[in-house]
């Protein structure tokens, strides 16, 4: 079956640290996008990637940064620079349909706290 | 100004009840759609229903209906004969104007956590 998969599903990360989160997709959705949630709050866009090798910041991109060398994957990295990392963090792809000219698809999501 | 504006942080339904989840929204732009998305506990995101800012008909999935209003900029979630596993937060998204190819981000409201009563 074709999904996204985020790992891991919790991580733990000591100030100070950089941390790498994992998404990749088998759906062949050329855009890959990363969300951050916090509690009681909706999602907010932190990077997103139309196609191979190119991604553009969305609107709260300071402390991270991302790559996207293959078309599967768009891992995101958390920074030290990041001041309040702890979050709740779900990947999501897209692909254009005809009627609803998106279907999205997230991920499970990776919980990330500082210690 | 709020895109995504849903004013009920928690609602409560009985059992086998219908529910009005609000959601309004604020684009200048004519090309948009309208998504809803249940969370729950879990953390995954579903998809429920979509509306398109053209589309003549109010949409309908199953349970799942969004009376849409442009005039008045709402697309409200209605969840008919509601269940115990309806219990989750729902979220409201838009999505504006015509991206690159596949690409369009969303905007998401803060969320209405739903309580179904047995």
């Known amino acids: 079956d074709g999904g996204i998969t985020q790992s891991p599903k919790y991580l733990f990360r000591k100030e100070g640290q950089n941390v790498t989160l994992s998404c990749e997709q088998n759906?062949?959705?050329?855009?890959m996008y990363w969300y951050r949630q916090d509690p009681g709050q909706g999602l907010r866009l932190i990077y997103y990637s139309q196609i191979v090798n190119d991604f553009q910041k969305g609107d709260i991109a300071e402390g991270y940064s991302v790559s996207r060398e293959k078309k599967e994957s768009f891992p995101l990295t958390v920074t030290s620079a990041q001041k309040n990392p702890t979050a709740f963090y779900l990947c999501?792809?897209?692909?254009?349909?005809?009627?609803?000219?998106?279907?999205?698809?997230f991920g499970s999501g990776t919980r990330l706290t500082v210690v | 100004a709020q895109k995504i504006t849903q004013t009920q942080p928690g609602m409560f339904v009985q059992e086998k009840e219908a529910v009005t989840l609000d959601c309004t929204y604020d684009?200048?732009?004519?090309?948009?759609?309208l998504f809803w998305y249940k969370q729950p506990s879990s953390g995954e995101m579903i998809f429920l229903i979509y509306q398109g800012s053209y589309d003549q008909q109010n949409a309908t999935e199953g349970r799942y209906s969004l009376n849409f209003q442009k005039a008045r900029k709402s697309a409200n979630l209605v969840i008919s004969a509601s269940q115990l596993g309806d219990s989750a937060m729902y979220f409201c998204?838009?999505?504006?104007?015509?991206?690159?190819?596949?690409?369009?981000?969303?905007?998401f409201g803060k969320g209405t956590k739903l309580s179904v009563i047995p």
């Open positions: 998204a838009m999505r504006e104007g015509s991206g690159g190819a596949g690409s369009y981000q969303l905007t």
């Open positions: 759906l062949n959705h050329d855009a």
């Open positions: 684009t200048s732009d004519p090309s948009y759609g």
């Open positions: 999501a792809s897209s692909i254009k349909l005809l009627r609803r000219l998106l279907d999205y698809t």
